[in-house]
């Protein structure tokens, strides 16, 4: 099992932008694949992004695609979500999640799993 700390929300004009890191522990990072959801009050966990454990290919929800950036750091043990030309509709709580593959993380349903996630909250 890994530990995962996500970190980096807070309050965003919508067209700024935001970067959110998810922070491992416990377990050898670049054995997982990463991913990143959200979820809003009264809605359903959606998945984000998703990038592999040497960060080679990636997936991304089409609601996010072109403005948001998946990446990993390896020798730092984390992965990061840069999120530009944030729109309110992006406002969530975001979850980061860990597997063995990138389909597994695809898969999940992650937005209760690990931590608490970073609250986005992003103005209109």
């Known amino acids: 099992q890994v530990q995962l700390v996500e970190s980096g929300g807070g309050l965003v004009q919508a067209g700024g932008s935001l970067r959110l890191s998810c922070a491992a522990s416990g377990r050898t990072f670049s054995n997982y694949a990463m991913g990143w959801f959200r979820q809003a009050p009264g809605k359903d966990c959606e998945f984000v992004a998703a990038i592999t454990w040497n960060g080679d290919s990636t997936i991304y929800a089409d609601s996010v695609k072109g403005r948001f950036i998946i990446s990993r750091d390896n020798a730092k043990n984390t992965v990061y979500l840069q999120m530009n030309s944030l729109k309110p509709e992006d406002t969530a709580v975001y979850h980061c999640?860990?597997?063995?593959?990138?389909?597994?993380?695809?898969?999940?349903?992650?937005?209760?799993?690990w931590g608490q996630g970073t609250q986005v909250t992003v103005s209109s």
């Open positions: 999640a860990a597997e063995t593959t990138l389909w597994r993380v695809r898969s999940l349903s992650a937005c209760d799993s």
